[in-house]
């Protein structure tokens, strides 16, 4: 019997501009894919997603588990399969809902090119750093998995938060496929990581302190708060995948409903714990759709003192709570009604692993205005040496006061500047013999002929 047929590709129409998942996805917001063979991999919703990409298309294909029942782990003697899935090949087109969910997963609902003209209207500072940076998304994900993932977050590197998350996943989630060796789990829920035994085991897989602030988080969600309070707490305008904005638990009444807010929601989400104000802005941000929230960690609090002045002058290192507030509110101003997509571009501009990227940007701008400068100046040259046979007789009667001013008025624009041109050795010479002929350069043959425009004029 011949291997089983993989699922076919498809495609969503989406420019790079407004789409980079080769940024999106390495940027701290998910820590679940995974780049095998140049393509990425993560279960979402009980599926394993595959993307690639081009210039101009989002390609996708879903595979799905091949009976109902997942097991934790798989089992050790299965098989590994290579480049497909250990899954049932993908629902048919008409059933298949995997399109709708990355538009949703991608926030695709929001033009980022749109929102980058406004940003690099607004901002100086971003219109500087974005050109490297173009793509880069917010994340509509899971809020549970997105809180749990930001409790992971806390004094730790998006390296080994991926390897934490990617734990959690392979010990409490359910079994879902196999990629080249690679096995992929769900996300566990708040059930699977409540039990008795968890902070325990988590603390021996290397979680630390952590592993408390996820028992504890866990137990608070799946046994205190009330059915669907993580659901409650989303931006109505940016619903989960699948749900209805208007889901009621049957412990919610009208005033709760009433107090879906960004603020309300941050407050909430503080009471749980582990989660302070930074790591309740990201759950807010990525994973209850608030599009204001602006965390603030390290990065940012380096970029808000370096590019915005904030603390100049001040010896306080630590980042107060007034202070939090006051550049979050700083960046909402700036930045409107989804600051906090754009505080994702800088903090991304901002991190090591994306260096090399950043640099690149400003190489390539500065040769840009160079070879500009470059064609500005050949042209000057070709004009020059067209007009010295005309101008030959008229240069030497030139005073040598009236060459220093004109010299001071002779500039090359480039992007963004204004530079003078610096004279040559041969118009100091004119101050030993006013009259006396000198070999004459291109500078001079420009700023002469100025002179006998003006003097035409003043005749």
Excluded at 43 to 67: E, I
Excluded at 195 to 214: C, D, M, T
Excluded at 404 to 432: D, I, P, Q, Y
């Amino acid at each position: 019997m011949g291997a089983p047929k993989l699922p076919e590709w498809r495609k969503l129409p989406l420019s790079l501009s407004e789409l980079c998942i080769d940024t999106t996805l390495r940027c701290g917001q998910s820590f679940r894919w995974r780049n095998i063979n140049d393509e990425w991999h993560c279960v979402l919703q009980s599926r394993l997603v595959s993307l690639r990409q081009d210039s101009s298309h989002l390609h996708y294909r879903v595979a799905w588990p091949k009976t109902s029942k997942n097991s934790l782990t798989p089992q050790a003697s299965m098989p590994s399969v290579s480049p497909s899935p250990v899954l049932a090949k993908s629902h048919d087109a008409e059933g298949d809902d995997t399109g709708s969910l990355l538009h949703n997963y991608f926030a695709l609902s929001h033009s980022a090119s749109s929102l980058y003209k406004q940003w690099t209207a607004s901002d100086a500072n971003f219109a500087r750093r974005a050109p490297a940076f173009m793509g880069i998304r917010i994340l509509n994900q899971d809020a549970w998995e997105t809180l749990v993932a930001f409790i992971c977050s806390s004094n730790n590197n998006i390296s080994r938060i991926n390897q934490m998350v990617q734990k959690l996943c392979l010990h409490y989630g359910p079994y879902i496929g196999t990629i080249e060796g690679e096995p992929f789990h769900d996300f566990p829920g708040p059930d699977a990581l409540s039990g008795s035994q968890v902070e325990g085991h988590l603390r021996q897989l290397g979680f630390g302190y952590r592993a408390k602030y996820i028992a504890d988080t866990a137990r608070m969600v799946s046994s205190e708060k009330p059915a669907g309070w993580l659901l409650q707490l989303r931006n109505p305008d940016c619903p989960a995948f699948g749900t209805d904005t208007t889901i009621k638990s049957e412990q919610s009444d009208d005033k709760s409903q009433q107090q879906t807010t960004y603020r309300a929601a941050h407050e909430a989400l503080l009471q749980l714990t582990g989660v302070g104000p930074k790591v309740s802005d990201c759950v807010c941000l990525m994973g209850l759709g608030w599009g204001e929230s602006v965390p603030i960690d390290t990065h940012v609090w380096q970029i808000a003192q370096r590019d915005y002045n904030f603390g100049k002058g001040g010896k306080t290192k630590t980042l107060t709570k007034a202070m939090y507030d006051a550049v979050g509110d700083h960046f909402r101003k700036i930045w409107g009604p989804q600051a906090g997509w754009a505080q994702s571009v800088l903090f991304t501009a901002n991190l090591k692993s994306f260096a090399e990227q950043a640099s690149s940007s400003v190489v390539k701008k500065e040769v840009g205005n160079a070879e500009q400068l470059t064609t500005m100046e050949n042209k000057t040259a070709v004009v020059a040496t067209q007009a010295v046979s005309s101008d030959r007789e008229a240069a030497a009667g030139i005073k040598v006061e009236e060459s220093r001013e004109l010299t001071t008025t002779t500039t090359t624009t480039t992007v963004g500047r204004t530079r003078k041109r610096k004279t040559t050795t041969a118009m100091a010479r004119l101050s030993e013999a006013d009259a006396k002929p000198v070999k004459t350069t291109e500078t001079e043959v420009s700023t002469r002929r100025t002179s006998k425009r003006i003097k035409a004029t003043a005749k």
